[in-house]
Every structure is written in structure tokens, then in C-alpha cells.
């Protein structure tokens, strides 16, 4: 297997872009990524997406997509793995890289959640999980992170403060983020008594829906110099997967996956924990993002509240979590979502994250999960 | 790159399957492929699926169908491709298991059409063209290749008869074909006659809608003989592309992603398409099917109705296209299609495939395009 470098990184800002399409917000990722990596020759297009079936009545779309894009010729993947569609897309283009299959690949993702063609963002989102023994009976996803949240609370003696916290430190830190959908400060009033959306989860628990799309050109590492002053490594990644129904699972408050993942990232980084500079991770609600450090291995389980109450991820800390602003206020267009964390990563590595620079970052992980834990990817990146 | 062996089979009896869904079909398709390769253990899972979205409001597929298949803990993936899911699926995984990313994959694909959330097959179906220039404008997919139809007998004075010939032909193959949706034979008389759907395309020249899986596994070919008694080899794979939108084509009587995907698929084999003893082509309507005879290379331009009359692609022809009945009359469950045709093949050269074999057949190719040709899969085997 060979090394594998990313030459390039291009992002649309996230919100509600009614003026734009899902194929001009790809086009314009993609166009800012090759740019950024010096226009090489792209052999492979991989494009992670959940649902522009559903969201945007159009299906076939790497077809679609790279041809928009100006790739048109190129091989194009799409790849639909639920909200982790993103990172499943980058996990397939790096082995391609990786075992020798292409060369110089484009990574992308995008979702076009507004304006779509029902209206109905809440049931298209939940269709990542059952239809038949969750969805059927009423069981969202929020639905299934407040019933963790609240057995979360009472198990590990966690107030909805905590959570507060990790929301706020969101927001904090989008608001130094100009991609970000929401890049503006919350109160821990705010945050506290938001509308309820499904007990104890409330709005500013929750990601926001908005459209984005985001794009990597990889290749093999040794080549990566003629083309980037900074190519940032690749140097784990892990892929792991749990049983699909929340209820047929071992333990409610672990995500398997992300363990599983998370194992194979480290050992094939030669890295621990302790040895990260920064992670970006999947806080879809704030108790996935609780039980995610924990599962990662940041601290141990239950001790995600009294890590946040001293400082641990805080951008100035020791182990800074989405310096983006996470899904919570960076944004969540669900099959970009992967793409944009790496994205942020290798800026940060590159140190060219701006007002929201981690100094001195070396190391970085990425953590993107579909449904409530179903799959899970974890890349370990480093400059 | 390593060699690839194809070392087990599984197919569903194609249909309209109240009693099935998505997962129950999936299941016994892979189960069939794993009792047919002696059960090895499985590395990683390529799934090809068009649209569970729109059809099942079910995404997150890969992780759901692992899970349900009996393959909870492996890596698996679902690809998009619109009507060339399938092959799609079998390209990633070939290239999985070529690289040395995996050793034993199963690769499957499935399409749950009837009893949909919405019951509107013909408008999901059109989610593969274009929904801004094309599919908003009122052209669905019929309508495009009605157009290139009329085109077609225009410019090579073909009469509608030559593709009634092609329909009669699929239905007697298929009538000789256990897991064929439509395994009877139609006249010419009822060919000609049919309803009108799109003129001049009448409902004889067109796949019928239906419920479908079908699996396969691979593994590197030095491997094989440990598993299987008669390993196909896959000799030969191309992926070619053009522009999405039917009107920016510069040929509209051509697919150029098919002759791209051929020329690469024969060059990797290399043979000719005269050394091949059969095919399994991509006939959503008949004059999709004279198309890509001709871009395939097995006759000249305009000539394929002439060739028919001549008994060129008969079952007990110089060359038979489509032994298992074809989308006509085999079936065409979207994203199962590219994975029973390689299923197909595969019994060709082992010389299973019962009333219908291809006497000696050694050699055989596939070919699955999305939509109208937007991109394109050739894979050529050999025993």
C-alpha cells in the first residue's frame, strides 16, 4: 500500500443557499480544490452523498456530477452511506490511491437539503435509520439520541448543563469559522431554553440542515510535493460497523463502530489518543459527540462533562474537538459533512485555519458515523 | 493487480414480489452466493442500489443490508450508478480485490421497485436523466430513447418489425430461464401490436418493472481453486462516461460511454468481439439494445437489424446476446441488473445454465449503462 497525501481542499460556505444547486455547489468545491492542489490531471472521482434521490429527485449523479464539475471523461463514483456518506467516499478514494488503482482522485461531498422536492427534511433524514422496526413506529433520529441522552443523564449523574457547554464551545468556535453555517456566539441562556425538539434534546442540541458541498484532490504521497507546498498525510484510517437497529445492540450507551473504526485509525497510525492535536467529530446532537470522545478514547466513559468543565477541548486546550464549530454550528449537510471535517483538518495542519488556528497542529482526527452508530470511518491525519 | 475469480452465484426469481423486501431479497441473494463459493470468510461488501430512497425511504443501505445478510462487522459500501448500479458494484469490487485491498468480497445488488412510498415507478425511474433540462421539461427516459428510436429507423431505414424480432427473441430466451420475470414467449404479432408508450416505442420494446437481487463473490483468482470447482475469471473491465445531458452529446445514434468502456475492457482482455461466444447487454428498450451491439463492436452502424434476420444473435447463433432473456424479459430491477447479468454469465461458462446454454461458451461479456448512457460498465470472463 502506498502513502497517500491530500494536495488540495475546497469548501462552499454552508446555510441556506436557495441561489444554488446541487450541481453548482459541488462544481464550486471541486473547482476550488483543484486549484488549490495546482490543476493536476484527476484520474477518479468519488462522491459521497446520502439522498439527492430523495432531496432532489435526482439520482445518478456522479454521472451528473463530474460532468458539471468540468471532469467529465473521469470515472465517478457516488457513494451513499447516510450521514457518513462523506467520509465512506474519502475511505474508498484513499484505498484507490493507496493499493495503486489511480493516482491523482477527487474526494467530494455534497447535500442539497433546501428547497427540495418534498419539503419533508426530518422523514428524508430519519430514512438512515429502520423503516421497519424504528421510522415505522415513530422513532426519528432525534428521537433515538434523546432516549440515549436521557439514559446517558441518569446513569453517568449529567445535568443538560454539560451539554450546554459543548453547544456553546461550538458556536465559539464557528464564530471564527467563515464557512460556517452559524458563526455567531450562543449564550448558556440560549442554549439552556431553546425549544424542545424531543426531551431532554433541545433546538441548540441539534445540528442545523443546510446545504454545502466540499472536495479533496489526493494522491500518492511521493508525487504530492510537485504539487503542494504542504501535503498533509493520510496515515490512518478505519472503518467500522455495528448492528443497524438501535435496539438489537449490545450497549446503548457505546458506539461500537467508532470504536471498532477508531481501532484500526490508531494502530495503523501508530498513534494514541493522547498523541492528537485536534479532532473533528460527528456531534449530530450533543450526546453523540459525549459518547464519541468517549469511544474514541479521549476520556473514559461518563467523563466527557468534568473533560469539558476543564478546559480539555477547548480551542486554546489540550485536545481542541471541531475547532470548526462541529455539525452543531460549522453545519451538517449530511453527505458533505465527512469531507468538510478533513477539510478542516488539513487546514488546521497546513496552519492556515485562520482565527480559529489550533497552534502548532500536527495531528488531526476525523470521526463521521451514518445513523445512530450504524458505520463509522476514523482517518488520523498529519502534516 | 491481481487476477479476479468470480467463486459463487445467488439470484432471486425476478418479479413483482409483495412478499419480499428490500432486505429479504438481498438476504437470499447473498446467502446463495456464499453457499455457492463454500462460505468463506468475507472482507468487505460492495452493494449496488439505485434508489431505496425514493422507492423504500430507506437509505444507510449498506450498513442495514451487512447487517440483515449475515455480514454484521464487514466493511460494506453502497454505490450509486442509476441503472448501472450493479455493475458499478462490480467494478469497485473487482478493483478491491485486483489491488489487494481486499481478498474475498461479496458484491450484490438489489432494487425493491414494486409496493413503493410513493407508487410512482415511471417518475423515479426518470430521477436518472436530468431534472433540470430534461426530466422538468416533461422527457423522461422513454421519451429519450423514443426519439433516438425514431432517429434511428430514419437514418438506417430500419422498420419497427426488427425490433419486434429483438423483443420475440428475448422472450423465447427467457422462457428457458428459471429466474426470469416474463418467462414466456410473445408473437410477433403481439410484439407489433402492443400499447403505444412513447412512438414509436410500443410495450413489447421495453423492460418490464420488478423486484430483484443477485450476488456474486470474488476473490483473487490464486485463491480461487480452493473454493470453487470452476472459477470465471474476470479478464477484461471498462468504465466509460459522456456528457449527461442527452442534447450536449455530439452523436445521438452512438454511446459513447459504451464504446469507451468496450475499448478498454477489450484491450485489458485482449480480444476482439468476434472471439466472444456470448453477451449480456443492457436492452431498457430495444433500440437501447441495437445501440450498444453496435458500439460493443459486433456489428457496423445501422446494421444489427440485418444481423438479427441472419440469426447472428440467436441462442444457437454465432454470437447470443442476452441468453437470460435481457431487461425485456429476464427483468430490469435497477440495481440488481448489472449483478444477473455477470450472474448470468458466469452459469454460461460453467456450463449451468440449463435449457438456455450457450453450447461451449468460454468467453462472455456484460455490459450495464445508467440512464442513457451517461456511463457505462463493460466486463468481459472468461472460464
Redesign the interface.
Known amino acids: 500500500?502506498r502513502k497517500v497525501a491530500i494536495i488540495g481542499v475546497g469548501m462552499t460556505k454552508i446555510g441556506h443557499l436557495f441561489s444554488e444547486?446541487l450541481?453548482s455547489l459541488f462544481s464550486k468545491a471541486v473547482r476550488g480544490a483543484l486549484e488549490d492542489a495546482g490543476s493536476p490531471k484527476i484520474d477518479a472521482l468519488y462522491l459521497g452523498n446520502?439522498?439527492a434521490?430523495?432531496f432532489?429527485?435526482?439520482?445518478?449523479?456522479?454521472?451528473?456530477l463530474?460532468?458539471?464539475a468540468g471532469l467529465?471523461?473521469?470515472?465517478?463514483?457516488?457513494?451513499?452511506?447516510?450521514?457518513g456518506s462523506g467520509a465512506?467516499a474519502i475511505y474508498?478514494g484513499y484505498?484507490?490511491v493507496?493499493?495503486?488503482?489511480h493516482d491523482f482522485v477527487v474526494v467530494g461531498g455534497v447535500e442539497k437539503m433546501m428547497d427540495t422536492a418534498t419539503n419533508d427534511t426530518t422523514?428524508?433524514t430519519s430514512?438512515?435509520?429502520?423503516?421497519?422496526y424504528e421510522?415505522f413506529l415513530g422513532l426519528s433520529l432525534v428521537g433515538i439520541n434523546a432516549m440515549v441522552m436521557r439514559l446517558y443523564m441518569n446513569t453517568f449523574e449529567v445535568e443538560r448543563e454539560s451539554f450546554a457547554k459543548f453547544s456553546v464551545q461550538m458556536h465559539d468556535n464557528a464564530s471564527k469559522n467563515p464557512y460556517a453555517q452559524l458563526p455567531f456566539k450562543i449564550s448558556m441562556d440560549k442554549a439552556m431554553n431553546s425549544d424542545p425538539v424531543a426531551e431532554p434534546i433541545h433546538l441548540m442540541d441539534c445540528a442545523p440542515i443546510g446545504d454545502g458541498a466540499a472536495a479533496l484532490v489526493l494522491c500518492p504521497k511521493e508525487y504530492a510535493k510537485n504539487f503542494a507546498s504542504s501535503p498533509i498525510e493520510i496515515i490512518g484510517a478505519g472503518?467500522g460497523?455495528?448492528?443497524?437497529?438501535f435496539h438489537t445492540r449490545n450497549d446503548f450507551l457505546s458506539l461500537k463502530a467508532t470504536r471498532?473504526a477508531a481501532r484500526e485509525a490508531y494502530r495503523m497510525a501508530e498513534i494514541t489518543p493522547g498523541q492528537l492535536d485536534l479532532m473533528e467529530i460527528h456531534d449530530t446532537f450533543s450526546i453523540t459527540a459525549f459518547l464519541t470522545m468517549e469511544d474514541l478514547g479521549l476520556v473514559e466513559k461518563g467523563a466527557v462533562a468534568q473533560a469539558i468543565d476543564e478546559g480539555l477541548i477547548s480551542l486554546d486546550g489540550p485536545l481542541p474537538v471541531n475547532p470548526s464549530g462541529g455539525l452543531k454550528a460549522r453545519g451538517h449537510p449530511i453527505g458533505a459533512t465527512g469531507v468538510y471535517q478533513m477539510a478542516e483538518v488539513v487546514l488546521q495542519l497546513r496552519g492556515e485555519a485562520g482565527a480559529r488556528q489550533v497552534p502548532g497542529a500536527e495531528t488531526g482526527l476525523t470521526n463521521n458515523i451514518?445513523?445512530f452508530g450504524?458505520?463509522s470511518f476514523v482517518h488520523i491525519l498529519r502534516s
Not at 127 to 132: L, R
Not at 241 to 245: G, P, Q
Open positions: 500500500m444547486s450541481r446520502m439522498s434521490g430523495q432532489n429527485n435526482q439520482e445518478n449523479i456522479a454521472a451528473l463530474s460532468d458539471f467529465n471523461g473521469t470515472p465517478a463514483t457516488r457513494i451513499e452511506e447516510g450521514c465512506a474508498t484505498k484507490a493507496a493499493s495503486g488503482t422523514s428524508i430514512t438512515v435509520t429502520d423503516q421497519e421510522a472503518h460497523t455495528d448492528h443497524f437497529i471498532d451514518s445513523g450504524a458505520s
